[in-house]
């Protein structure tokens, strides 16, 4: 069976893996002398923001696609075993990163960062939660879309009920996973809304629309009504039922918001795809573990405990911050692009030589 890539898709993750790139080095190392107000600033931070939602909404996009494409069905389908082995890579993987091998050598105990989730074990997670979803509604044929949907907007709707739950009688293992209120990076509520709302998608397009066109239009659509009317919308239901828990939704609107970018992004790669289709663009999207381990290596200074974070966290200016975070981006993704082609055969041979 021929492969079949959605390359807007593999352009949009490299967007996400870049902004997550220079972000992660601008908010490490510059804060303190950025004028807050400023409004290149402000649309920076409000970009950022959006590279999460869209990773989680491309995660279910993707695998979904992938079982739905696949015509062997429920449990023998082979991609259920592969999105196993690959979700708990993705959760082992975010864990090593976390790891301080310093420490832990010199303490033998390990940090209570390292039991708290970050993105890598909550896209793993969202694999797990894909593959949950196919499974028990693959019987529902054409109603499963509205079901998957309905499931993210209830996971979005009910967000003020379970944002501060600390589930303190669970360890700290468990717990954490659950919500922010128990100071992990990220959490399976709100985030796996947008893994429901990307498995959505995948089941209600064709394996490869004709007419992308006109599927981009729709997302730009109704991603534009989403991010800028959304919350008047969710107001006026909210009276309506006479509903305090929408009224709440509504004041702090960010998870509908930030899924209408993601629509609207889509739309716009969706209209790109012509562009991007086998370029080096998309290529880099095909890389994003890769760059997101070696970028955490470097910033953070896993398992050795020696990062950029240890010498310059917070210490530069926002012009030096601004030029360093160009310079990081481009080095990290060169040497991820360049390893198996150059890197890779050349340790080969200093490893067989000594």
Known sequence: ????????????????????????????????????????????????GITAPVFFTITGWVFMFLLERNPIKGWQNPRLRKGLKRAFELILWGYALRLSLPYFLTTGRITKTFLRPDVLQIIGC????????????NSLGKLRPLLFFAIGIGIFSTNPLYTDLTFEKLPLFISAYLTKANGAVFYLLPWLGYVSFGAGIAVLMPKRPKKLTYWAIGFLTLGYVLSFHST?????????????????????????????????????????????????????GTKTLSLYIVHYVILYGSFTGIGLYKFFHHSLSWEVAVLGALCFTVGVTALVLAYPKYMKPLVGRITNTN
């Not at 079949?4 to 893996?17: E, K, P």
């Not at 239901?237 to 918001?257: G, R």
């Open 232 to 284: 008047v919308l969710i107001h006026s239901l909210s009276k309506t039922l006479s509903s305090t828990l929408l009224n709440e939704v509504a004041n702090n609107n960010f998870l509908f918001i930030h899924l209408g970018d993601v629509l609207m992004l889509f739309g716009v790669f969706m209209l790109l795809e012509p562009l991007v289709k086998q370029s080096l663009w998309q290529k880099i």
């Open 1 to 48: 069976m021929a492969t079949q890539r959605l390359y807007f898709i593999d352009a949009l993750r490299a967007f996400a893996i870049l902004m997550m790139l220079q972000g992660h080095f601008i908010s490490g190392f510059d804060t303190s002398t950025v004028n807050q107000n400023n409004f290149l600033y402000r649309a920076w931070l409000y970009n950022r």
């Open 126 to 137: 969202g694999l797990l939660f894909s593959m949950l979803l196919y499974l028990l509604f």
